[in-house]
């Protein structure tokens, strides 16, 4: 049990479908982050939330909408996906954002499958 | 940030120690090291982290050479449990634009 929660834990979708991924988590932290995990490539950063403000967006496609409505839960809203984007997406928090003397705290992670 | 470098895999026996190498030769200063594993079908899991001492808790010890440029990770007991891809990460104490990049690690099979 990390405190960091993520549903579903696994979801296939087709390209043209829309759907939500969900982490919460149990930490009191104030900063979260979306990654993608792709087995040939190493762990990517897509999004940052520092106090439900988004601080960074690494270049990611407009397929992918993240939402923070506080602290503690943060969504990943999918619509149009394409077969790459197949994939763990993990959620992680981290007491503040960007000071390295703090671990990042990862849920278990969507395995998502695109038809 | 520094790039590391850690052996594709090591097996260790059950109840002893595992000891994982991570090369680090161009960390600087401001730079922690950093571990996590992952094991099959779970997140990252965050074990430890130090700058320049060496560190302890509950999951493992953290050895730093002096001049940082290598550590080990030791689990002192290792269980089947601790089967599992061990990342060893160098991470900038100012840089806010650092990010967590995972390597390919080190494959630990724990043998019973």
């Known amino acids: 049990e990390t405190g960091v929660t993520q549903t579903p834990r696994h979801l296939v979708m087709g390209m043209t479908n829309k759907k939500s991924l969900k982490c919460e988590q149990h930490?009191?932290?104030?900063?979260m982050y979306w990654y993608k995990q792709s087995a040939k490539k190493p762990l990517e950063l897509m999004f940052v939330?520092?106090?439900?403000?988004?601080?960074e967006n690494n270049s990611v496609p407009s397929r992918f909408s993240p939402e923070c409505p506080n602290s503690s839960h943060l969504f990943l809203h999918l619509h149009t996906l394409q077969p790459e984007d197949s994939a763990l997406y993990l959620c992680a928090s981290s007491q503040d954002w960007g000071v390295f003397n703090q671990p990042q705290h990862f849920g278990d992670g969507t395995r998502l499958s695109i038809l | 940030d520094a790039k590391t470098t850690q052996p594709p895999s090591m097996d260790c026996a059950e109840g002893r120690a595992a000891n994982l190498p991570c090369n680090h030769s161009?960390?600087?200063?401001?730079?922690?090291v950093y571990w996590y594993r992952q094991i099959h079908s779970q997140g990252p899991q965050y074990i430890i982290h130090?700058?320049?001492n060496n560190e302890t808790n509950e999951m493992a010890s953290l050895i730093i050479t002096e001049d940082r440029k290598s550590s080990t990770l030791i689990l002192p007991h290792a269980t089947l449990r601790d089967t599992a891809v061990y990342y060893c990460i160098a991470l900038s104490l100012m840089n806010r634009d650092d990010k967590i990049i995972f390597g390919k690690g080190t494959r630990l099979h724990i043998l019973p």
């Open positions: 930490l009191g932290h104030n900063a």
């Open positions: 161009t960390i600087s200063g401001n730079e922690y």
């Open positions: 130090g700058l320049k």
């Open positions: 939330y520092n106090f439900k403000e988004q601080t």
